[in-house]
Nanobody, 123 residues
Framework: DVQLVESGGGSVQVGGSLRLSCTYS????????MGWFRQVPGNKREGVAR???????AYSDSVRGRFTISVDNAKNTLYLQMNDLKSEDTAIYYC??????????????????YGRGTQVTVS
């Protein structure tokens, strides 16, 4: 079974930085789509960043230039470096993976496994 565990969330001031981590297990396929999503309670979950095993990365307009997604396969860990944080970045952040990794742009609707999330609060 695929298991995803996020960590690294917390409270930070506007303009600050955080790095989220997601350790994964049971996700052993060679072609991969991995990503980060976020959700404010009461709102729809939105995609933040996605990365394919061919290194293609994609970002939402709201975070492009501030956030960076990366993966360390040797450590089975996905990261999200978040810089210049804004109050509107406050949300629960989830990592996710997809079994279908046929497309380098990793369409958001293909993600099917999610972690439990980690809270990020920017004030």
């Amino acid at each position: 079974d695929v298991q995803l565990v996020e960590s690294g969330g917390g409270s930070v001031q506007v303009g600050g930085s955080l790095r989220l981590s997601c350790t994964y297990s049971g996700y052993t396929q060679s072609r991969r789509c991995m990503g980060w999503f976020r959700q404010v309670p009461g709102n729809k979950r939105e995609g933040v960043a996605r990365i394919h095993s061919d290194s293609t990365a994609a970002y939402s307009d709201s975070v492009r230039g501030r956030f960076t997604i990366s993966v360390d396969n040797a450590k089975n860990t996905l990261y999200l470096q978040m810089n210049d944080l804004k109050s509107e970045d406050t949300a629960i952040y989830y990592c996710a993976v997809a079994r279908n990794a046929a497309f380098s742009n990793c369409p958001e609707d293909l993600f099917e496994y999610y972690g439990r999330g980690t809270q990020v609060t920017v004030s």
